[in-house]
């Protein structure tokens, strides 16, 4: 009994990672959907335009040549391929420059549902892994795809971690800006009240100064200045 031997090759494709909006709706979001015909087809484009019409013919001919899994998400592919032209795939996978691609447009004003559309867009195709059994293969595209989910969690929480410092040190300038307007607000009263103080102060030298009664300044003849304290009936001089 001969049984065909094949190989499983892993590859993982490089896309934009945003499509163009509609110009009807520049607001809706997109997605890019990967459709395992068109990327069958641009394989045998490639093979056709690379290693001409007689390798084409034999390895597309073949039943062997198909897509078996896609992930519109991660961009993975598995691809099964004999294992005579295993080589010859994988070159002519590499060189493929474009691919037709679905556009899923989600959300348009005034429209329902989804809408898709094809076009074409440059890609960059890595050969990550060639295996002889599929299983290799799917265990090796689930520890990507758990390598990916962990990034993407530390990438959130490094996201979450850098908005609750913001926040943290937002409401920390604002108290502090406003524990400087208190202590500059106490300040400008207490030099207020001090300048208050030294102004009663003041008025009340000026008024005991103007409440004290005047001397006497009459002098009389032939009586010395040092006398003038001295009652005027003991001088004779009484008026």
């Known amino acids: ?39 069958l087809q641009s394989i045998r484009s490639s093979l056709l335009t690379h290693f001409g019409p007689t390798t084409s013919g034999a390895l597309s001919s073949s039943s062997s040549l198909s897509v078996k899994y896609t992930s519109d998400s991660t961009r993975l592919v598995i691809l099964r391929c004999a294992r005579t032209g295993a080589e010859t795939v994988r070159g002519g996978v590499s060189l493929i420059g474009r691919l037709e691609v679905n556009v899923v447009t989600k959300g348009e004003t005034g429209k329902g549902g989804s809408t898709t559309r094809r076009e074409t867009m440059p890609v960059r195709i890595h050969v990550v892994a060639v295996s002889g059994t599929i299983k290799k293969l799917q265990e090796r595209v689930i520890k990507r795809d758990r390598k990916e989910i962990a990034e993407r969690r530390a990438a959130i929480k490094r996201g979450e971690k850098r908005r609750d410092r913001g926040k943290k040190k937002g409401l920390k300038e604002t108290v502090d800006g406003q524990e400087r307007a208190a202590m500059e607000g106490g300040a400008s009263a207490t030099q207020r009240a001090e300048t208050g103080a030294h102004g009663r102060q003041d008025d009340a030298s000026v008024g005991s100064s103007d409440a004290q009664p005047a001397q006497s300044s009459i002098t009389y003849p032939g009586v010395p200045a040092s006398m003038g304290d001295e009652n005027e009936e003991d001088l004779g001089l009484a008026v």
């Open 1 to 39: 009994m001969v049984r065909f031997k094949n190989r499983w090759l892993l590859l993982s494709l490089d896309l934009p990672t945003s499509p163009l909006p509609t110009p009807s709706d520049p607001s809706s979001s997109t997605s890019i959907s990967i459709p395992p015909t068109s990327l």
